[in-house]
């Protein structure tokens, strides 16, 4: 499917060429080289910053945010792992935070 897109896509940029040619060749005068430049170079700047702008520098953050769903108190689905006993705990405490204070105190008393 990516072969026959960009197949497409040269067919038809081959395509605009030659009409442009064609025009050009129909449509010749001497001012005709001030609009032709103008176009190249426009073009090749608009290229030069598509490319640019996609090679800019991204970082991959180690920490993130993000919402638990809390049932009544507990997490809808909270995992042990065994080799991530650390990561375990923090989710397990922060169940403990989505408890209800009014179940918390009932069971004390």
Known sequence: MAVALLVAAVL?????LV???LLCFLNYSEKLWGPIV????????????????????TRVEQGF???VVLDHGLAAF???????QKLSMRL???????????RRTATRC
């Open 19 to 21: 009409a442009a040619i």
């Open 12 to 16: 038809g940029g081959a395509l605009l």
């Open 38 to 57: 103008s176009i190249v170079l426009g073009g090749t700047v608009a290229a030069i910053i598509a490319v640019a702008s996609g090679l800019k520098e």
């Open 65 to 67: 945010a993000t919402s």
């Open 92 to 102: 397990s405490s922060l169940a403990s935070l989505g408890d209800p204070l009014s």
């Open 78 to 84: 909270l995992p042990f792992d065994v080799t991530a």
